[in-house]
């Protein structure tokens, strides 16, 4: 509903109302910010919904349990940017696993998730020094 007003100009604002968020667009886990313990989700913003709104990330080892949850990443208080990118980095993963994970927006009227993706962390190279009768030992665990 407008809300006008007079005193010798006449003006009048009309406001759309808050409606909830939209699902993030196109969340991926570029293989470029893949380690063995941590991955950077990636997702773009399209448009906000006249109120600011909360990301965070989901994820877990199976598709239909998605038990942890990232810290909220706010998406500013500027209400008129459109298709823009926000990120974050997943830490502390078990080497070589497979995650799933999908993006929660959420607002004052709401919540949307984008659908669910996945990822591999990579193997662990680590090498292990022995000194024994003057012989160093290499020893390498993939």
Known sequence: MPVCGGGGVIWCVVSPGSSPPLPPEDPTAPSN?????????????RALQYTPELYSVLYGTSETNLTSATAPVPSGDDI??????LSVELEDLEVTTTYYYQVEAENTVGVALSAVSSFTTTGLRKCLSERQQNVTSMLWFV
């Open 33 to 45: 910010t893949l380690s063995q313990d941590s991955a950077t989700i990636q997702w773009r913003v």
């Open 80 to 85: 008129t940017r459109v298709n823009f990118d």
